[in-house]
């Protein structure tokens, strides 16, 4: 198998045990997650969008299979970025709106000799419509979901990847330190937001995204708009940096001015749980019993816990893969897991990727101590 690029950012001997234990003959993924780690083209502006979109008539789709060489299907506007970055050699080029991507998907199978065998497909990206054109093509084709095996491929990192999420990481905390240097009282969380997203576009993130508020804006996730922070006010943040297509992936907490004795206890407590969270998460921890013990711990302090998960796996293109640690998840942790864990009160939103190791956690991200919250005097 000839693959044109560095293939440290995955793992193909991982990915062929894992389709000879699914009996897979050869996996097509369309996410972009998947195309992503595949490839190893990571697509900008429009092309990343079409990505995201699955009645997108633009499509990329990657076609794996278990024996032979893996092919890209792109359209021709792709088509120039793809053959300089894939690390798949063969590129097949469809005309978009004109041509579908699954007719090519079923021309490249049959070349195979794969008409009649068991194939893969992401069936959470992959349309009904798209599903039959494949099927009524292929009709000898055996189609089954390899979404949960394309998740178990991922979540076991390489050194290569670590060390890219590392590198994003550090760039995040170093745009974040750029904007606490520059925020002050009297400015809205308009002004924030924009300072951050800048700052990693200028450190040269591709693209980056997330959520900023006032302690005195109780509704997170509704957009950054005109509040102004005022003295007192502490700031929580929860933002996404895409370097190379790997995120760094953190959160910080902000207080305009010295914290009052009510917020350092809440702070230092919410802290305290985070930081016995962590140490939960070694090989063979079930992830539901992580998500429990964190309802356990705020039960303690008098805290109702308000989020539907204390952490997630991170990755290519997406930040928020498996595992997911949430309620009931059977999911259990292995060495090589890369997590960011995220258990947080109120607006006290402390959050670092770990690297689940053979003993304790190893943090990913350190360029920001969070022993307590930044304070803007």
Known sequence: MSLVGDTSLMNPERLAALMERDRLDAVVVRSGINVTYLSGVVYPGTLARLLDLTDADRGILVVWPREGEPVVIANSIAAGLTRRDSRIARVDIYEGYVESPYAKVAEVLAE?????????????????????????????????????????????????????????????????????????????????????????????????????????????YAGEGDTVFGPGDAMRTDYVAYLDGYPGHQSRSLVFGKPTAEQKGEYDTNREIYLATVDQCRPGARSGDIFDFVMREFEKAGWAYGSLLVGHGVGSWWHQQAPILARGSDLVLETGMVLALEPHYKHWHLQDMFLVTEGAPELLSAKIATDAPYIVE
């Open 112 to 220: 195979y000799g794969l008409d009649k065998a068991r194939v893969g497909f992401e069936k959470n990206y992959v349309s009904t419509l798209h599903w039959g054109e494949v099927a009524s093509a292929l009709p000898n084709l055996t189609m089954v979901d390899c979404t949960a095996t394309m998740d178990e491929v991922r979540w076991i990192k390489t050194d290569a990847e670590i060390a890219a999420l590392r590198r994003g990481a550090d760039m995040l905390d170093d745009a974040f330190l750029d904007m606490f240097a520059t925020i002050k009282v009297g400015d809205t969380e308009r002004d924030a937001h924009a300072r951050l997203i800048a700052a990693c576009l200028e450190r040269g993130a591709g693209w980056a995204h997330g959520i900023l508020n006032s302690s005195t804006n109780t509704i997170a």
